[in-house]
């Protein structure tokens, strides 16, 4: 079994635990952090995406001049430029990368949020346009003749690409969320179907939907994808009492309370509110998931950590791949020197037990 490890690269040293350091795009971090990752055996890293923040298909193609093997997960929401301008954006991309792009849709969860960039619509309506707009998006790269398509939200007539994917009809989608709209919508068009770190059980439940919105579509079940923030030590006592020194970290820190105060009131988004509810069912889940960190952060983004050595962390992602998570992603609140211990240390001892049950089963 192939299990595809995503990391997380950024423009500048910063985290939850790290003020911003240095220009808002440091080209030399970008490369150094890039080639940490795939120096480190990563598949590939995705480049995220806020209001107000560098544009993440720039971003991309910065990294991949940097590196040579390394896949790049652009995220991309929808509903800001036209599906067959993003078709032959993220194609042309592509091309220049050597195939190696992927699209992560986010559909957007806060109101306030979206409204920073000019998107009024409800929630609701927000995953209708979505909807349509992978609809138009997959047909600008799949379609050989022109094609027309006359929708709620697009509108285009006679369109026929000159670019398309290099490697295929389509580039992989990933597509983020847990509510029952995002079941929905990820289950009629995702590859690959992503969610926040959450305990065993509950993460059972949301496979569960996710594959039976897929099997009412008509579809293959996607792959899925499970983000966590490991806290890696040499022993259990040196990486819980890390742990603890990166919590008081976020509860002390002035960025992560101007970013609460900049998102508004509290996350109304399903998996936020996922999280949230599983920190207050108890600290600690299962082999290593510790919820702390989402509570300090106000669940934004993805913040539930796994926390031991690389042996501990490692059996408990597996636990995971043994519900059916087949990608895994992860990123520290150390970025830069984390993803270079992950890539050390926890990676190959995921591959090591993945190899070795291969063998068994053969």
Do not use: C
């Amino acid at each position: 079994m192939t299990v595809e490890f995503v990391g997380m690269i950024g423009t500048r040293d910063q985290s939850e635990t790290r003020p911003p350091s240095g220009p808002v795009i440091d080209r030399d971090y970008v490369r150094r952090f890039a080639r940490a990752h795939e120096d480190g055996g990563f598949d590939r890293v995705l480049i995220g995406y806020g209001s107000g923040w560098p544009e993440g298909q720039q971003v991309a193609a910065f990294a991949a001049a940097q590196t040579e093997r390394l896949g790049l997960l652009v995220a991309h929401r929808p509903g800001f430029v036209a599906p067959t301008l993003a078709a032959r954006a993220f194609a042309t991309l592509d091309h220049f990368s050597g195939g190696r792009v992927a699209v992560h849709i986010i559909t957007g969860g806060s109101d306030v949020e979206q409204a920073r960039d000019g998107d009024y619509l409800g929630k609701d309506e927000r995953y209708a346009r979505t909807d349509e707009y992978l609809d138009v998006l997959k047909a600008a790269w799949r379609a050989e003749d022109p094609f027309s398509h006359n929708g709620t939200y697009y509108r285009v007539d006679g369109y026929r690409a000159e670019v398309r994917p290099l490697n295929g009809p389509a580039l992989p989608l990933y597509f983020g969320g847990s509510s029952e709209a995002a079941y929905r919508v990820g289950g009629k068009h995702a590859d690959t179907f992503a969610l926040w770190g959450e305990p065993l059980a509950e993460t059972a439940q949301q496979i569960a939907s996710i594959r039976a919105a897929a099997e009412a579509a008509g579809r293959p079940a996607p792959g899925i994808s499970v983000s966590f923030r490991p806290i890696l030590g040499p022993t259990e006592e040196l990486a819980w009492a890390r742990a603890h020194r990166i919590l008081d970290t976020i509860k002390g820190s002035a960025a992560v309370a101007v970013t609460k105060q900049w998102r508004g009131a509290e996350p109304t988004n399903v998996g936020s509110l996922r999280l949230l509810e599983a920190a207050r069912k108890g600290e600690r889940h299962d082999r290593a998931l510790w919820t702390p960190t989402a509570t300090a952060t106000g669940a934004a983004g993805n913040s539930t950590a796994l926390v031991g050595t690389p042996e501990t962390v490692a059996k408990a992602l597996l636990d995971y791949v043994d519900i059916g998570v087949t990608t895994l992603l992860i990123r520290g609140y150390d970025p830069l020197d984390d993803a270079i211990d992950y890539g050390r240390h926890l990676l190959p001892l995921v591959r090591q037990e993945l190899a070795g049950r291969e063998l068994v089963a053969v």
